[in-house]
Every structure is written in C-alpha cells, then in structure tokens.
C-alpha cells in the first residue's frame, strides 16, 4: 500500500464549478500535511497547509480527518488559471522534514 | 529574491557516462533536498542536507548515486555511471529551520539514452 494515495484523475470540470479531492495516508502518527500545485512541466508549489480545523484560503478549502486518515481539497468557482495536478503531501512523525507525495490528482478545467 | 537555483535544465547524455546536477538554494536557507520524479513512481526525496551535512540520504536508489553540499549556497548531485532507468526530472529544494515550506527550483530534465 502507498504511503499517499490519491484518485490520479484527470477530472474534467467546467469554469465555475466545484471540485473536491481526496487524499488518505497510510502512517498513522504523520503529524503535517499539505497540497502543492504542480503545473505542467513546473516545480511543485505549496498552495496551503492542512490543519486539523480546517482551513481556508479563499476558493480554496483544505479538511483533515485524522481518525480516517483523509485530506481533502475543495475548488470553489473553478477557474481555467486552477488547470494543474495537486499533490497531497505528508510528513512522516520519524523525520520533520521528509515530506512524503502523493502521486497527484490531474484537474482540467474548460471553458 | 532569487528562487532556488538548478542547472542545467536539460541533459541529454548516453549511458555510462558521469552527470552532474547543480543547485544554489535560497539564501538563509539551512535545509536542502533532492527529489526526482517519474511517471511511474512520483515524487521521490533522494538526500537531505541540514547545514551542509547529509541528514538522510536512504532514499539514494544504489552507489551510484552520490550528492555533496560543499558550502551553504552549493550543492551538487552525481551520477556515475548514469543509466537510462536514471532518466527523470531532478529538482532541488530548500528551507529555513522552524517552518514548513519548501521551495523547489525549476529542475533538471535528465535523459540517458
């Protein structure tokens, strides 16, 4: 089993649309967690970090669930600009700093 | 302020020879990480250096992997001899102590031919 495991997609969606991604990890003491964007033939870029409350980031919304050990990602009023894969990512409890990715959800949003 | 810094950003080698890949991370920045990404298997960290020495490094896939942080701004990651398995993109990331986010520079697009 992955340590991050994501729904690759592609999810098709038109501009103006809501869309949400899950994202479940398998270590149970992982103690940070985030969405980077990764737009085609870029670096990763951190869009927010994940807090148990929840939290926001104006379209966008970031839940985790620890006892399920689930992220999710929510886009409010797609944009075409929002076109990227966003990774999940994790920080394993052992080491504060090795992050662990997800292999990414593809969002395509059109016109 | 300057990103991190990686070249080059495209090699193009045949198999058996020695690559270099370089990186500068952000000024003031005491954490620095190598990653490579594939299709199949994602992103993957590689090595982490904290203040210029190697923290971690069991993500190195064999020998013939090896990386250096000579100084504070410097970084390099060698393959020798390069297979094309080895083929991916290799970025380099960097961060202050105390905070969450890491920076990646552009990358390197290797491929062994």
């Known amino acids: 089993r992955k340590e991050v495991e994501q729904d690759p997609g592609p999810f098709n969606v038109p501009e103006g649309a809501t869309v949400a991604f899950n994202c479940t990890y398998s270590n149970s003491a992982s103690q940070s967690f985030f969405w980077y964007r990764q737009d085609c033939r870029k670096e990763p870029k951190l869009l927010m970090s994940?807090?148990?409350s929840g939290n926001e980031d104006g379209r966008f919304t970031a839940q985790l669930n620890r006892a399920s050990q689930y992220i999710s990602l929510l886009i409010r009023d797609s944009k075409l600009s929002d076109s990227a894969t966003y990774l999940c990512?994790?920080?394993?409890?052992?080491?504060?700093?090795?992050?662990?990715f997800g292999s990414g959800t593809r969002l395509l949003v059109r016109p | 302020d300057a990103g991190v810094i990686q070249s080059p950003r495209h090699e193009v080698t045949e198999m058996g020879q020695e690559v270099t890949l370089r990186c500068k991370p952000i000024?003031?920045?005491?954490?620095l990480f190598w990653y490579r990404q594939t299709m199949m298997r994602g992103l993957e960290l590689l090595i982490y250096f904290n203040n210029n020495v190697p923290i971690d490094d069991s993500g190195m896939p064999e020998d013939r992997f090896s990386a250096k942080m000579p100084n504070a701004s410097f970084s390099t990651l060698k393959i020798q001899p390069s297979e094309p398995r080895d083929s991916a993109v290799y970025f380099c990331a960097s961060k202050r102590g105390g905070t969450d986010t890491q920076y990646f520079g552009p990358g390197t697009r290797l491929t062994v031919l």
């Open positions: 000024s003031g920045h005491d954490y």
């Open positions: 994940v807090y148990s």
């Open positions: 990512v994790v920080n394993l409890a052992d080491s504060s700093y090795k992050l662990i």
